[in-house]
Protein backbone atom coordinates (compact mmCIF):
# COMPACT_ATOMS: atom_id res chain seq x y z
CA UNK A 1 0.00 0.00 0.00
CA UNK A 2 1.59 2.94 -1.27
CA UNK A 3 1.57 5.62 1.48
CA UNK A 4 2.08 9.85 1.28
CA UNK A 5 3.17 11.59 4.30
CA UNK A 6 2.51 15.17 3.77
CA UNK A 7 2.80 16.71 7.38
CA UNK A 8 4.85 19.90 7.95
CA UNK A 9 8.53 18.56 8.68
CA UNK A 10 7.94 15.25 7.34
CA UNK A 11 10.57 14.31 5.52
CA UNK A 12 10.57 13.51 1.75
CA UNK A 13 13.80 11.32 1.34
CA UNK A 14 14.49 10.05 4.40
CA UNK A 15 13.10 6.70 6.64
CA UNK A 16 9.95 8.02 9.27
CA UNK A 17 7.40 6.03 10.79
CA UNK A 18 4.51 6.40 10.20
CA UNK A 19 3.51 7.59 13.77
CA UNK A 20 4.81 7.89 17.34
CA UNK A 21 8.13 7.66 18.40
CA UNK A 22 11.88 6.10 16.87
CA UNK A 23 15.21 6.21 17.86
CA UNK A 24 18.23 4.28 16.72
CA UNK A 25 18.11 1.68 13.38
CA UNK A 26 18.41 -1.69 14.72
CA UNK A 27 18.69 -5.26 12.99
CA UNK A 28 20.13 -3.74 10.01
CA UNK A 29 20.45 -6.86 7.83
CA UNK A 30 20.34 -7.85 4.24
CA UNK A 31 18.39 -10.99 3.27
CA UNK A 32 16.76 -12.19 -0.36
CA UNK A 33 16.83 -9.53 -1.74
CA UNK A 34 14.97 -7.11 0.72
CA UNK A 35 17.16 -4.50 2.99
CA UNK A 36 15.91 -4.56 6.58
CA UNK A 37 15.34 -2.32 9.09
CA UNK A 38 14.38 -2.34 12.56
CA UNK A 39 14.05 0.25 14.94
CA UNK A 40 13.68 1.75 18.35
CA UNK A 41 9.82 2.14 18.47
CA UNK A 42 7.01 3.25 20.69
CA UNK A 43 4.21 2.66 19.32
CA UNK A 44 2.10 4.57 21.84
CA UNK A 45 3.50 8.03 22.19
CA UNK A 46 5.54 10.63 20.70
CA UNK A 47 8.14 10.52 23.27
CA UNK A 48 10.48 7.67 24.22
CA UNK A 49 9.06 4.62 26.38
CA UNK A 50 8.77 1.33 26.75
CA UNK A 51 10.78 -0.17 23.24
CA UNK A 52 9.42 -2.32 20.49
CA UNK A 53 11.38 -2.58 17.29
CA UNK A 54 9.47 -1.32 14.29
CA UNK A 55 10.28 -3.17 10.97
CA UNK A 56 10.35 -2.03 7.64
CA UNK A 57 12.00 -3.41 4.32
CA UNK A 58 13.35 -2.09 1.20
CA UNK A 59 14.74 -3.49 -2.40
CA UNK A 60 17.26 -0.08 -1.76
CA UNK A 61 17.82 1.35 1.12
CA UNK A 62 15.90 4.59 -0.16
CA UNK A 63 12.03 3.54 -0.65
CA UNK A 64 10.72 1.78 2.54
CA UNK A 65 7.47 -0.44 3.21
CA UNK A 66 6.46 -0.35 6.77
CA UNK A 67 5.78 -4.02 8.57
CA UNK A 68 4.13 -4.69 12.00
CA UNK A 69 5.94 -4.49 14.79
CA UNK A 70 8.71 -6.80 14.88
CA UNK A 71 9.74 -7.28 18.77
CA UNK A 72 7.22 -6.38 21.81
CA UNK A 73 8.56 -6.41 25.51
CA UNK A 74 8.42 -8.85 27.71
CA UNK A 75 8.70 -10.14 30.91
CA UNK A 76 12.09 -9.75 30.30
CA UNK A 77 11.81 -5.92 29.50
CA UNK A 78 11.71 -3.48 27.22
CA UNK A 79 13.43 -4.33 24.04
CA UNK A 80 16.56 -2.18 23.16
CA UNK A 81 18.97 -1.53 20.36
CA UNK A 82 20.79 -4.46 18.96
CA UNK A 83 21.93 -5.79 15.84
CA UNK A 84 20.36 -9.04 13.18
CA UNK A 85 22.30 -12.08 11.51
CA UNK A 86 21.45 -14.41 9.10
CA UNK A 87 23.16 -17.73 10.85
CA UNK A 88 23.95 -19.23 7.43
CA UNK A 89 25.60 -22.09 8.85
CA UNK A 90 22.33 -23.03 10.98
CA UNK A 91 24.91 -22.71 13.93
CA UNK A 92 22.18 -21.96 16.58
CA UNK A 93 20.27 -24.69 15.22
CA UNK A 94 17.00 -22.24 15.55
CA UNK A 95 16.79 -23.16 12.11
CA UNK A 96 17.47 -25.78 9.60
CA UNK A 97 20.40 -26.39 6.87
CA UNK A 98 18.00 -25.11 3.97
CA UNK A 99 16.07 -22.43 5.70
CA UNK A 100 18.89 -20.67 7.96
CA UNK A 101 17.51 -18.69 10.64
CA UNK A 102 17.55 -15.05 10.49
CA UNK A 103 18.38 -13.60 14.15
CA UNK A 104 18.22 -10.71 16.14
CA UNK A 105 20.74 -9.80 19.26
CA UNK A 106 19.25 -7.23 21.46
CA UNK A 107 19.06 -6.21 25.21
CA UNK A 108 16.57 -6.92 27.24
CA UNK A 109 15.90 -3.83 29.77
CA UNK A 110 13.95 -4.59 32.99
CA UNK A 111 12.45 -0.82 33.63
CA UNK A 112 11.57 -2.55 37.09
CA UNK A 113 15.41 -2.68 37.71
CA UNK A 114 16.55 0.39 37.61
CA UNK A 115 14.15 2.62 40.42
CA UNK A 116 14.85 -0.79 42.33
CA UNK A 117 19.03 0.18 42.56
CA UNK A 118 19.24 -3.30 40.81
CA UNK A 119 22.39 -2.51 38.81
CA UNK A 120 21.89 -6.05 36.61
CA UNK A 121 18.86 -4.79 34.68
CA UNK A 122 20.27 -4.83 31.14
CA UNK A 123 21.05 -8.60 29.48
CA UNK A 124 21.61 -9.68 26.06
CA UNK A 125 18.85 -12.18 24.46
CA UNK A 126 18.03 -13.35 21.08
CA UNK A 127 14.87 -14.20 18.90
CA UNK A 128 14.54 -16.01 15.94
CA UNK A 129 12.85 -15.44 12.29
CA UNK A 130 12.45 -18.11 9.59
CA UNK A 131 10.07 -16.22 7.10
CA UNK A 132 12.04 -13.28 6.35
CA UNK A 133 11.77 -11.49 9.00
CA UNK A 134 7.96 -11.64 9.25
CA UNK A 135 7.05 -13.12 12.22
CA UNK A 136 9.73 -13.82 15.14
CA UNK A 137 9.87 -15.87 17.94
CA UNK A 138 12.20 -15.15 21.18
CA UNK A 139 14.40 -18.06 22.51
CA UNK A 140 13.46 -19.89 24.97
CA UNK A 141 16.53 -19.53 27.38
CA UNK A 142 16.85 -15.99 27.10
CA UNK A 143 19.02 -14.32 28.27
CA UNK A 144 22.02 -15.38 26.66
CA UNK A 145 24.63 -12.72 28.24
CA UNK A 146 23.87 -12.25 31.77
CA UNK A 147 24.97 -9.52 33.38
CA UNK A 148 27.59 -9.19 35.77
CA UNK A 149 26.37 -6.02 37.93
CA UNK A 150 27.17 -3.19 35.92
CA UNK A 151 24.07 -0.22 34.37
CA UNK A 152 24.59 0.31 31.18
CA UNK A 153 25.47 -3.10 29.61
CA UNK A 154 23.87 -2.73 26.00
CA UNK A 155 23.56 -2.70 22.45
CA UNK A 156 25.15 -5.57 20.68
CA UNK A 157 26.33 -6.02 17.82
CA UNK A 158 27.38 -9.05 16.13
CA UNK A 159 28.67 -10.77 13.15
CA UNK A 160 30.77 -13.79 11.89
CA UNK A 161 34.33 -13.74 12.27
CA UNK A 162 35.34 -15.81 8.90
CA UNK A 163 39.48 -16.37 10.04
CA UNK A 164 38.36 -17.84 13.76
CA UNK A 165 34.58 -18.75 12.48
CA UNK A 166 33.27 -17.63 14.97
CA UNK A 167 30.23 -15.24 16.10
CA UNK A 168 31.51 -12.15 17.84
CA UNK A 169 29.71 -9.89 20.14
CA UNK A 170 30.15 -6.19 21.10
CA UNK A 171 28.84 -4.74 23.55
CA UNK A 172 28.65 -0.91 25.34
CA UNK A 173 29.48 -1.18 29.02
CA UNK A 174 29.23 1.97 30.80
CA UNK A 175 32.48 3.84 28.59
CA UNK A 176 34.26 0.60 27.44
CA UNK A 177 33.60 -1.93 25.04
CA UNK A 178 32.89 -5.63 26.10
CA UNK A 179 33.92 -8.71 23.25
CA UNK A 180 32.26 -11.80 23.14
CA UNK A 181 32.72 -14.80 21.38
CA UNK A 182 30.25 -17.74 20.56
CA UNK A 183 30.21 -20.77 18.20
CA UNK A 184 25.69 -20.72 18.20
CA UNK A 185 25.28 -17.13 19.06
CA UNK A 186 23.42 -18.60 22.25
CA UNK A 187 26.50 -19.46 24.54
CA UNK A 188 28.65 -16.66 25.30
CA UNK A 189 32.65 -16.23 26.16
CA UNK A 190 34.30 -12.71 27.73
CA UNK A 191 37.12 -12.31 25.52
CA UNK A 192 38.42 -8.68 25.94
CA UNK A 193 37.61 -5.20 26.88
CA UNK A 194 38.78 -2.18 25.44
CA UNK A 195 38.36 1.66 25.89
CA UNK A 196 40.67 3.05 28.85
CA UNK A 197 42.31 6.23 27.70
CA UNK A 198 41.18 6.37 23.94
CA UNK A 199 38.40 8.52 22.51
CA UNK A 200 36.00 10.75 24.17
CA UNK A 201 34.31 9.71 27.25
CA UNK A 202 31.92 13.01 27.80
CA UNK A 203 28.98 10.63 28.36
CA UNK A 204 27.64 6.83 28.03
CA UNK A 205 28.74 4.84 24.92
CA UNK A 206 26.13 3.20 23.32
CA UNK A 207 25.71 1.29 19.69
CA UNK A 208 29.06 -0.08 18.91
CA UNK A 209 30.09 -1.46 15.54
CA UNK A 210 32.86 -3.22 14.26
CA UNK A 211 33.94 -4.17 10.38
CA UNK A 212 36.89 -5.13 8.26
CA UNK A 213 37.58 -2.80 5.57
CA UNK A 214 39.96 -2.44 2.51
CA UNK A 215 42.28 1.03 2.37
CA UNK A 216 41.03 2.33 -0.71
CA UNK A 217 43.88 2.24 -3.58
CA UNK A 218 45.22 -0.11 -1.33
CA UNK A 219 43.30 -3.52 -1.55
CA UNK A 220 46.20 -5.93 -0.32
CA UNK A 221 45.73 -3.85 3.28
CA UNK A 222 42.93 -4.40 5.32
CA UNK A 223 42.10 -2.32 8.73
CA UNK A 224 39.18 -2.54 11.43
CA UNK A 225 37.26 0.45 11.70
CA UNK A 226 34.74 0.42 15.28
CA UNK A 227 32.05 3.04 14.96
CA UNK A 228 31.27 4.00 18.75
CA UNK A 229 28.15 6.55 19.69
CA UNK A 230 28.38 8.56 22.83
CA UNK A 231 25.54 10.87 24.81
CA UNK A 232 26.66 12.93 25.78
CA UNK A 233 29.83 14.63 24.68
CA UNK A 234 29.60 15.30 20.80
CA UNK A 235 31.73 17.39 18.76
CA UNK A 236 28.75 20.11 18.33
CA UNK A 237 26.37 19.02 21.45
CA UNK A 238 25.11 16.18 22.83
CA UNK A 239 25.09 13.01 20.65
CA UNK A 240 27.57 12.19 18.64
CA UNK A 241 29.63 8.89 16.46
CA UNK A 242 33.32 8.07 16.93
CA UNK A 243 35.29 5.97 15.46
CA UNK A 244 38.74 4.16 16.12
CA UNK A 245 40.66 2.39 13.07
CA UNK A 246 43.00 -0.69 13.84
CA UNK A 247 42.83 -4.46 14.04
CA UNK A 248 41.28 -7.45 15.00
CA UNK A 249 42.00 -10.94 15.75
CA UNK A 250 38.52 -12.56 16.90
CA UNK A 251 38.94 -11.30 20.31
CA UNK A 252 40.84 -8.24 21.03
CA UNK A 253 40.97 -4.93 18.90
CA UNK A 254 44.03 -3.25 18.74
CA UNK A 255 44.75 0.46 17.51
CA UNK A 256 46.24 1.39 14.61
CA UNK A 257 49.47 3.10 15.74
CA UNK A 258 49.18 5.70 13.87
CA UNK A 259 45.38 6.26 14.58
CA UNK A 260 46.30 5.88 18.38
CA UNK A 261 47.74 9.31 18.24
CA UNK A 262 44.75 10.78 17.20
CA UNK A 263 42.39 9.02 19.58
CA UNK A 264 44.51 8.79 22.74
CA UNK A 265 45.34 11.91 25.38
CA UNK A 266 47.96 14.17 24.47
CA UNK A 267 51.11 13.19 26.46
CA UNK A 268 51.65 17.29 26.49
CA UNK A 269 48.25 17.68 27.85
CA UNK A 270 46.80 14.37 29.12
CA UNK A 271 43.62 15.87 30.72
CA UNK A 272 42.56 16.70 27.22
CA UNK A 273 40.52 13.97 25.25
CA UNK A 274 40.95 13.44 21.68
CA UNK A 275 38.79 11.96 18.88
CA UNK A 276 37.87 11.30 15.51
CA UNK A 277 34.19 11.78 14.57
CA UNK A 278 32.15 10.18 11.64
CA UNK A 279 29.99 12.94 11.51
CA UNK A 280 30.16 16.54 13.24
CA UNK A 281 26.89 17.38 12.48
CA UNK A 282 24.27 17.20 15.71
CA UNK A 283 21.96 14.69 14.42
CA UNK A 284 23.79 11.55 13.18
CA UNK A 285 23.22 9.15 16.28
CA UNK A 286 23.72 5.63 17.03
CA UNK A 287 24.75 4.77 13.81
CA UNK A 288 25.44 1.05 12.60
CA UNK A 289 26.09 -0.97 9.57
CA UNK A 290 23.95 -3.33 8.00
CA UNK A 291 25.39 -6.91 8.48
CA UNK A 292 26.01 -9.41 5.89
CA UNK A 293 26.41 -7.03 3.35
CA UNK A 294 29.53 -6.49 2.23
CA UNK A 295 26.57 -6.30 -1.50
CA UNK A 296 27.96 -7.45 -4.87
CA UNK A 297 30.15 -3.74 -4.66
CA UNK A 298 31.87 -5.02 -1.59
CA UNK A 299 30.33 -1.93 -0.17
CA UNK A 300 29.47 -0.99 4.16
CA UNK A 301 26.51 0.45 4.45
CA UNK A 302 25.83 2.40 7.18
CA UNK A 303 22.66 4.11 8.49
CA UNK A 304 21.79 6.41 11.43
CA UNK A 305 19.54 7.84 13.47
CA UNK A 306 18.52 11.68 12.47
CA UNK A 307 18.16 12.81 16.24
CA UNK A 308 20.08 14.33 19.14
CA UNK A 309 19.09 12.96 22.66
CA UNK A 310 19.77 16.90 23.86
CA UNK A 311 16.27 17.37 21.93
CA UNK A 312 14.69 14.44 20.19
CA UNK A 313 11.55 14.38 22.25
CA UNK A 314 10.56 17.88 22.04
CA UNK A 315 11.06 18.53 18.31
CA UNK A 316 7.90 20.24 16.84
CA UNK A 317 6.45 17.25 14.36
CA UNK A 318 3.72 15.33 14.48
CA UNK A 319 2.24 12.54 15.09
CA UNK A 320 5.84 11.33 14.55
CA UNK A 321 9.16 11.77 15.27
CA UNK A 322 12.15 10.88 14.21
CA UNK A 323 13.93 10.16 11.32
CA UNK A 324 16.73 8.03 9.87
CA UNK A 325 19.92 9.47 7.90
CA UNK A 326 20.46 9.01 4.38
CA UNK A 327 21.78 5.57 3.71
CA UNK A 328 25.90 5.58 3.09
CA UNK A 329 28.60 3.55 1.95
CA UNK A 330 32.04 4.11 4.34
CA UNK A 331 35.24 3.69 3.00
CA UNK A 332 38.87 4.06 4.70
CA UNK A 333 41.20 6.51 2.90
CA UNK A 334 44.81 7.26 3.41
CA UNK A 335 44.68 11.12 4.24
CA UNK A 336 47.35 13.70 4.84
CA UNK A 337 45.98 13.11 8.17
CA UNK A 338 46.65 9.16 8.56
CA UNK A 339 43.63 6.75 7.91
CA UNK A 340 39.95 8.15 8.04
CA UNK A 341 36.77 7.07 7.08
CA UNK A 342 34.99 8.99 4.59
CA UNK A 343 30.98 8.49 4.00
CA UNK A 344 29.00 9.14 0.96
CA UNK A 345 25.32 8.66 -0.05
CA UNK A 346 24.79 5.13 -1.39
CA UNK A 347 24.70 5.12 -5.26
CA UNK A 348 20.48 3.95 -5.01
CA UNK A 349 19.71 7.34 -4.19
CA UNK A 350 19.72 8.56 -7.85
CA UNK A 351 16.32 6.39 -8.17
CA UNK A 352 14.46 9.08 -7.01
CA UNK A 353 15.91 11.75 -9.20
CA UNK A 354 13.85 13.81 -10.91
CA UNK A 355 15.32 16.47 -12.82
CA UNK A 356 18.84 18.09 -13.27
CA UNK A 357 20.57 21.55 -13.56
CA UNK A 358 23.47 22.74 -14.27
CA UNK A 359 23.89 27.03 -12.87
CA UNK A 360 27.44 28.37 -14.92
CA UNK A 361 28.64 31.01 -12.56
CA UNK A 362 28.20 31.62 -9.01
CA UNK A 363 28.35 34.63 -6.89
CA UNK A 364 31.54 36.41 -6.42
CA UNK A 365 29.83 38.98 -3.21
CA UNK A 366 26.30 38.44 -1.86
CA UNK A 367 24.10 36.26 -2.71
CA UNK A 368 22.56 34.64 -6.35
CA UNK A 369 18.82 32.96 -6.22
CA UNK A 370 19.39 29.78 -8.13
CA UNK A 371 15.47 28.21 -7.41
CA UNK A 372 14.51 29.34 -11.08
CA UNK A 373 17.00 27.08 -12.52
CA UNK A 374 15.80 24.40 -10.66
CA UNK A 375 13.29 22.17 -12.79
CA UNK A 376 10.78 20.34 -10.19
CA UNK A 377 9.88 21.85 -7.14
CA UNK A 378 13.13 22.80 -4.94
CA UNK A 379 13.06 20.69 -1.96
CA UNK A 380 13.94 17.48 -1.76
CA UNK A 381 17.21 19.03 -3.74
CA UNK A 382 20.48 17.36 -3.98
CA UNK A 383 23.13 19.67 -4.72
CA UNK A 384 26.86 19.75 -5.48
CA UNK A 385 29.46 22.49 -5.66
CA UNK A 386 33.36 22.86 -6.24
CA UNK A 387 34.59 26.02 -5.68
CA UNK A 388 38.76 26.82 -5.33
CA UNK A 389 39.03 29.77 -2.55
CA UNK A 390 43.12 30.75 -3.17
CA UNK A 391 44.83 29.98 0.03
CA UNK A 392 46.63 33.03 0.00
CA UNK A 393 44.11 35.63 -0.46
CA UNK A 394 41.46 36.20 2.00
CA UNK A 395 38.34 34.74 0.97
CA UNK A 396 34.91 35.13 3.09
CA UNK A 397 32.77 32.07 3.85
CA UNK A 398 30.37 30.59 0.99
CA UNK A 399 28.36 28.24 0.33
CA UNK A 400 24.13 28.33 0.10
CA UNK A 401 21.02 29.07 1.40
CA UNK A 402 17.63 27.41 1.50
CA UNK A 403 14.83 29.72 2.61
CA UNK A 404 11.21 31.00 2.84
CA UNK A 405 8.71 33.78 2.54
CA UNK A 406 8.47 33.88 6.47
CA UNK A 407 12.05 34.99 6.73
CA UNK A 408 13.94 31.79 7.75
CA UNK A 409 16.78 30.83 6.00
CA UNK A 410 18.85 27.61 6.90
CA UNK A 411 22.93 28.40 5.39
CA UNK A 412 25.79 25.82 4.78
CA UNK A 413 28.90 26.62 3.54
CA UNK A 414 32.52 26.44 4.25
CA UNK A 415 34.79 29.37 6.15
CA UNK A 416 38.47 29.31 4.33
CA UNK A 417 39.90 31.39 7.13
CA UNK A 418 38.99 28.62 9.52
CA UNK A 419 39.63 26.18 7.15
CA UNK A 420 36.06 24.65 8.41
CA UNK A 421 32.56 23.45 7.66
CA UNK A 422 29.21 25.00 9.14
CA UNK A 423 25.53 24.52 9.08
CA UNK A 424 24.23 27.50 10.82
CA UNK A 425 20.17 26.57 11.67
CA UNK A 426 20.13 29.86 14.35
CA UNK A 427 17.51 31.41 11.74
CA UNK A 428 15.86 28.34 10.01
CA UNK A 429 12.80 28.44 11.86
CA UNK A 430 11.55 27.17 15.47
CA UNK A 431 14.37 26.48 17.80
CA UNK A 432 13.06 27.68 21.15
CA UNK A 433 11.62 24.17 21.95
CA UNK A 434 14.96 23.22 23.44
CA UNK A 435 18.14 25.78 24.37
CA UNK A 436 20.31 22.43 23.38
CA UNK A 437 19.44 23.32 19.94
CA UNK A 438 22.82 24.21 18.84
CA UNK A 439 22.08 26.93 16.56
CA UNK A 440 26.01 26.70 14.68
CA UNK A 441 27.69 23.78 13.75
CA UNK A 442 31.48 23.29 12.61
CA UNK A 443 33.47 20.60 11.65
CA UNK A 444 37.21 20.60 10.13
CA UNK A 445 38.18 20.44 6.65
CA UNK A 446 40.71 17.45 6.68
CA UNK A 447 41.53 16.72 3.26
CA UNK A 448 43.66 19.64 1.70
CA UNK A 449 43.08 20.25 -2.03
CA UNK A 450 42.67 23.40 -3.84
CA UNK A 451 38.89 22.68 -4.82
CA UNK A 452 36.29 22.95 -2.06
CA UNK A 453 33.69 20.14 -2.75
CA UNK A 454 30.40 20.53 -0.87
CA UNK A 455 27.47 17.34 -1.87
CA UNK A 456 24.33 18.81 0.04
CA UNK A 457 21.02 17.13 0.27
CA UNK A 458 18.28 18.98 1.58
CA UNK A 459 15.03 17.62 2.53
CA UNK A 460 12.04 19.26 4.66
CA UNK A 461 13.65 19.52 7.33
CA UNK A 462 17.06 18.18 7.33
CA UNK A 463 20.24 18.70 5.51
CA UNK A 464 23.45 16.29 5.23
CA UNK A 465 26.97 17.95 3.84
CA UNK A 466 29.04 15.59 2.02
CA UNK A 467 32.31 17.18 1.81
CA UNK A 468 35.41 16.52 0.00
CA UNK A 469 34.11 13.42 -1.44
CA UNK A 470 32.80 12.37 1.95
CA UNK A 471 35.70 12.98 3.99
CA UNK A 472 33.72 15.76 6.17
CA UNK A 473 30.19 14.97 6.88
CA UNK A 474 27.50 16.95 8.88
CA UNK A 475 23.81 15.87 9.39
CA UNK A 476 21.76 18.52 11.03
CA UNK A 477 17.62 18.75 11.41
CA UNK A 478 15.69 21.92 11.37
CA UNK A 479 12.09 23.14 11.73
CA UNK A 480 11.21 26.44 9.32
CA UNK A 481 7.70 28.20 9.76
CA UNK A 482 6.73 27.68 6.16
CA UNK A 483 8.59 25.14 3.66
CA UNK A 484 11.37 25.84 2.59
CA UNK A 485 11.50 26.34 -1.38
CA UNK A 486 13.92 29.30 -2.41
CA UNK A 487 17.62 28.48 -3.03
CA UNK A 488 20.67 30.74 -3.42
CA UNK A 489 24.37 30.85 -3.31
CA UNK A 490 26.43 33.19 -1.73
CA UNK A 491 29.57 34.38 -1.04
CA UNK A 492 30.65 36.83 1.71
CA UNK A 493 33.75 38.42 -0.91
CA UNK A 494 37.07 37.56 -2.32
CA UNK A 495 39.22 35.48 -4.78
CA UNK A 496 36.66 32.27 -5.04
CA UNK A 497 36.19 30.77 -8.19
CA UNK A 498 33.07 28.87 -8.66
CA UNK A 499 34.27 25.33 -10.75
CA UNK A 500 31.14 23.22 -10.89
CA UNK A 501 27.36 24.24 -9.56
CA UNK A 502 24.71 21.44 -9.93
CA UNK A 503 21.66 19.43 -8.95
CA UNK A 504 18.68 17.22 -9.34
CA UNK A 505 15.33 17.89 -7.76
CA UNK A 506 14.33 14.42 -6.17
CA UNK A 507 10.84 12.34 -5.58
CA UNK A 508 9.36 11.73 -2.40
CA UNK A 509 10.19 8.25 -1.21
CA UNK A 510 6.48 7.21 -0.20
CA UNK A 511 5.13 7.64 -3.75
C1 LIG B 1 20.93 4.88 22.06
C2 LIG B 1 20.17 4.10 23.12
C3 LIG B 1 20.74 2.71 23.26
C4 LIG B 1 19.58 1.93 23.82
C5 LIG B 1 18.40 2.57 23.13
C6 LIG B 1 17.17 2.64 23.96
O1 LIG B 1 20.21 5.93 21.53
O2 LIG B 1 20.20 4.80 24.35
O3 LIG B 1 21.90 2.65 24.06
O4 LIG B 1 19.67 0.57 23.55
O5 LIG B 1 18.81 3.88 22.77
O6 LIG B 1 16.09 3.09 23.22
Known amino acids: VAVTYREAHRPQIHFTPPSMWMNDPNGM????????????????STVWGPMHWGHAVSPDMVRWEHLPIALYPDSLGYIFSGSAVIDWKNTSGLGTANNPPMVAIFTHHDPEGYPAGRQDFQVQSI??????????????????????GIQDFRDPKVSWHEASQQWVMILAVKDRIHFYTSPNLKDWTFASEFGENVGSHGGVWECPDLFELPVEGDPEQTKWVFL????????????????????FDGKTFTLDPEFAQDVQPDPADPEREQAVWLDYGPDNYAGVTFSDVLDQDGRRLFMGWMGNWDY?????????????????????????????VFSRP???????????????????EGRQEITAAIPQQSIPLELEIEAMASPTESVGPFGML?????????????????????????????????DKFTPVSYAPRTVFDPIIKMNLFFDEASVELFADNGATVMTAIFFP????????????????????IEGRSMRSIWR
Open 402 to 434: IYNDTGDTLRVGFDPTEQRYFVDRSQAGTNDFS
Open 127 to 148: AYSLDRGRTWTKYADNPVVSNP
Open 346 to 364: VKEISGIYSGGFEVLQGPT
Open 481 to 500: NAPFRKVALFSEGGELEWKK
Open 29 to 44: VFYEGEYHLFYQYYPD
Open 228 to 247: LSINPGGPNGGSATQYFVGD
Open 312 to 340: AQVVPTHPWRSAMTLPRSLSLHQTDQGLR
